[in-house]
């Protein structure tokens, strides 16, 4: 009997189908909203943040895979004596954990870089609000 992500997820602990990836859009979603429609620089810096989370879920999502037995897949660690296909079939694929610790450090990087900007944006007018700054421009 199929079960749809939700019923599956309070049943078994372990959300599957298509429920997580849904999610994964709509905390991008809100993301985006952040960006367009807030006018406060902090709040975008949130949003700006947010994507970052939404995007780098989806890449665990992308990479996760169940083993053919339905167990859950395990560490891609590789073992002496274990053959590889049997290691490819039962392991998550690492590829978007790299993808990941990258992805981290480089929005660590440019987060540093937009609180900066917004703390001299605060020092030279007074205000997050960007009404307020476009205003002051002359």
């Given at each position: 009997?199929?079960?749809?992500?939700?019923?599956?997820?309070?049943?078994?602990?372990?959300?599957?189908?298509?429920l997580?990836?849904?999610?994964?859009?709509?905390?991008?979603?809100?993301?985006?909203?952040?960006?367009?429609?807030?006018?406060?620089?902090?709040?975008?810096?949130?949003?700006?943040l947010?994507?970052?989370?939404?995007v780098?879920?989806?890449?665990?999502?992308?990479?996760?895979?169940?083993?053919?037995?339905g167990?859950?897949?395990?560490?891609p660690?590789l073992?002496?004596?274990?053959p590889?296909?049997e290691?490819?079939a039962?392991?998550v694929?690492?590829?978007?954990?790299?993808?990941?610790?990258?992805?981290?450090?480089?929005?660590?990087?440019?987060?540093?870089?937009?609180?900066?900007?917004?703390?001299?944006?605060?020092?030279?007018?007074?205000t997050?609000?960007?009404?307020a700054i476009?205003?002051?421009?002359?």
């Open positions: 009997m199929p079960h749809d992500g939700l019923t599956l997820l309070a049943a078994t602990g372990r959300a599957t189908g298509l997580p990836y849904a999610l994964a859009f709509i905390l991008l979603a809100i993301g985006l909203y952040a960006i367009i429609a807030k006018k406060n620089v902090i709040k975008i810096i949130v949003g700006l947010i994507v970052g989370y939404a780098n879920l989806f890449l665990v999502l992308l990479g996760y895979r169940n083993a053919p037995d167990a859950v897949a395990a560490a660690i073992t002496a004596g274990t590889t296909d290691l490819l039962h392991t694929d690492p590829l978007p954990q790299a993808l990941i610790l990258t992805s981290i450090v480089i929005g660590l990087g440019i987060v540093a870089l937009v609180v900066s900007l917004a703390i001299r944006l605060h020092e030279k007018y007074g997050f609000d960007i009404t476009r205003k002051l421009r002359g």
